[in-house]
């Protein structure tokens, strides 16, 4: 009954985005309100379509209805609720209605939201948005259909994949990622509206501005998250290995960004048409070819499921997604060759413009690198690995001339700067960083690339800070008020300039802390029988037993436990342990952590001996990790903050009046 | 000239950067823990996903890494630990490909696009059409005391 | 002249199509083994029987090392029958060899009586390294040797009798199939 309801909606939306999309096409050439409007409750309808078949796969896991094959694939009796809830998105078919859930909110808030301006545009936004969706209900509907039944019903279900079950986290993690996947589809469908309608002024940059940095946001923290949750859960000690899946991510994260940055210029200068319709098409089909690469299984991967039919449904999208894009850009060429240019050789613009030529250089090291071993094979038959090694030496040296760009760029003027106004800006942050760097080598940090980016951020970090106290003491002055009150309303009015700031330092935060936690992280491995000690860093690590037992949450699983007291900066017992998972064959690791701000103790259990109690543990010492999620909170808090409405009057929306009636009557002469 | 001297000085410290980060990864010759270390980073474990043998807690990356130092104890130099492992799994066993142009692809990139900005960006600061305006002494000495003006 | 612009979809769009669909039907987990047309490595074993049994007791036939674990499910499971039945109908002219990967004995001894034993020999490799040796990166593979030790196929993933017929091809005199 329920998988049947579930089945029925998703059809139900495939059948309304398909209607949807027609609609608004003809609306477009047409004109006509009542067609729009139609069209748009044709979206909203897709949307509910969307949650019913969310809720229906919700409560066949909660009920462990096994006769739906996802649910006996994915659940089992002994699945707690919180898992099964969360297990919606956990595997192929069920993320994909995930996907859809998010991607017509997203295009139901948007076309509700400007209902009656950019009339336009509008039309072809819709369109293009409920093309996308359409794709995906088609994909539920064909070859991943998330409702499709088994036949003789198990029993008893596999369970949900081990890795899941370990950590809360998981509940966040990919709604946080898919909430920014989803979203960037809604500048690309501004980007596709303005090349139909040849509306390429900067209207379209204006409007689409927060609906890029919304999603943008929560990519960025979906992206961390991911991060944070590789660390403390797979228990290798480290929080990016350049998987194929985590650079899917990464992919469209740096389109995006550099699109935010190169449509501020476009914006404020005009130009750059081509350029910024280029990252917006780039953005959007980025996001479904990191899709297909994880889903496809054409890329070995951790999160890779095996080949199935979506596979080419995907490719097919992501051809059709960037070759009709880019014939329609093509074709608008002669209209995108006009605009103004940015001015002066040394300026904001050029510094904007170089950050996207860096941010454009990564992606293509990243997606090169990740798609070279397909290349070599397809050409070959060769195998041949491209890992963190090679994405290291790359990517570093770009990202830290993308950390120097971040300090000099808003510290230029738009417009031409002349080399007087650079030296006097430059020449104390630059004084600052070479006595941080001096002190720090001092104090005996030796390891170039710490001291480096301890160096480069001081000199960045003081060129932002200089330029809000400048800014606040200019203010406080003229006003007479007190610094706090200045600085605080200067930026919540200015507050893209000021959240850029806070962005720009957070991102600061992160840098430092990872170029420290890789440069100065110790680890060792021990072999430790009961009441035998090791040091590592500061600390004095005793093994005191090893316990044998299920999991008292869920008595399917074994977990065997190094139970460990630990002395030194941070002091006190930890359980690391390996967990057997009946559905799984490699035992799963549980990491113990132990947080403080200046560093993490990492204890993982490598493997145990039983008759003896003797433990091999892989220890580490890792300085200044717990900075890199609270510098990824602050960017998603900063983002907010330059996201968040200015209060500058109300609103008032503005009605074009209405054609004048055919007959008028003049009364008198 | 003065126009892209900017530029050009930009272009160097961020050149030097990136030559700097490069030299700093490149693992040198260090003592045998070190190396041992280093070489784990290098090798993929064989039944993981994209791991090295050093992070991994597999029992085969536990075996490649006692491997890896009977080795280098026994006198190996790093290429000959590469090519022992290499021998029994192909190419795919280094994390990192060997062809020098899959290094140097990804900064050639960079640079030829930073380039080609550059180029753009000084192609459009030439006047367009007519012969540029010769200032006179005595204006040109004007136009630097007004100038010199609005600069303090 | 203006026109030639337009190549540039064709050319973004076709090689990414072909690079993309070149993945499918391959497993990307798969290696070209090094070891092909190359001498087999050596070795000397204890089996679950306890019995010793090295490499050089099998020259001069061709022989089947398959790397199996009870935990390879259900690959391994699948793959069973049709290696016992190789060994039933072939065991004459080629010797089937088992070889444990990452594996307790026990756990093993469990797999064969409850999927049946065709009575060749399952070796103990311990620490692995034996796996090292001849490459494997997780079970089942199995390599294909042939009567003067030379390695001439591999497999990669569980045999079907198809491809046990396949690969057996490469190392049986083409008289005896």
Redesign the interface.
Known sequence: MIPSIGHAAVLIGLGLTVYAAVAYVLAARDGDPRLNVSARRAVIGSFVAAAIGCAAMIVSLLTHDFSVRYVAENNATTTPPFIGVISLWAALEGSILFWALLATGWASLLLHRYRDRYRPLMPWVGATLATVNAFFFAVMTWPGNPFALTAPMAAEGNGPNALLQNHPFMALHPPLLYLGYTGLAVPFAFGIAALVTRRLDEEWLRVVRRWTLIPWTFLTLGIVAGAWWSYEVL????YW????VENAALLPWLTATAFIHSAMVAERRGGLRIWTSAMVIATFVLTLVGTFLTRSGVV???HSFTQSAIGPWFLAAILLALGGSLTLLVWRLPDLAGGD??SG??SRE?AF??NN??F??LT??VL??TL?PLLVAATSG?????????F???T???F??LL?LMG?GPALPWGT????T?RERFTVPLGLGVAVTASALAIGLRE??SL?TLG?ATVVGSIMVEEIVRGARARARSRNEGPATATWRLATRNRRRYGGYAVHLSVLVMAVAVAVSSGLATDRTVTLAPGETATIGGYEITHDRLVVEPLSSDARVIETRAEVTYAGPQSGSLGTALRDYPNSQ?AI?TPAVRTSLAEDLYV?L??SDQATGTVTL?LFVNPLVVWIWIGGAMVGIGAGFAIWPERRGRRVTVERPQRAPAAVTIEGA | M??????LA?GC??AL??????L??QPGSEPTAARTDALA??L?C??C????VA??????A???R??IDELVTGGATDDEVRAHF????????????TAPL??V???A??VA??GA??AW??S??RPLHGSPVRPSPEERRRLREEADVL?A | MRHLRWLLVPLVVIPLGWLLVSGFGRDPRE?????AGRTAPEWTLTSLDGETLSSGDLAGRPYVVNFWASWCIPACVDEHPVLSDAHRQLGEEVTIVGMLY?DRPADAEAFLTRYGDAGYSHLIDP???L????????PPETFFVDADGIVRDKQFGPLTPTLMAERLATILPSAAR
């Open positions: 228990g290798w000690g480290g290995a350049w998987d194929p070995a991967s951790v240019r940015p050789t040394v050029s413009l170089l030529v860096l454009l250089g293509f090291a090169f690198g070279l060769d195998t041949i690995s491209v890992g963190a090694p090679w290291n030496t790359v570093v040296p770009i830290i001339a120097f000099i700067a002349s080399w007087s650079a170039p690339t480096g480069l490699a690791a993982t490598l493997a892989h | 003065r126009t892209w001297l900017p530029a930009v410290v961020l950067i990136a030559l700097g980060s490069v700093v990864l980073r290098e993929r064989p039944d996903q994209g791991l090295s992070d991994s807690p597999t029992a085969s536990q075996e490649i006692r491997q290499v021998a029994r799994y192909g190419e795919w066993i280094l994390l990192a490909p899959v290094w692809i990804p900064f990139v960079v696009g930073a900005l550059g960006l000084v459009r600061r600069d | 290696i070209r083994s090094p070891l990452n620490d692995g390294r796996a090292i040796e001849f490459g494997v990166t997780g």
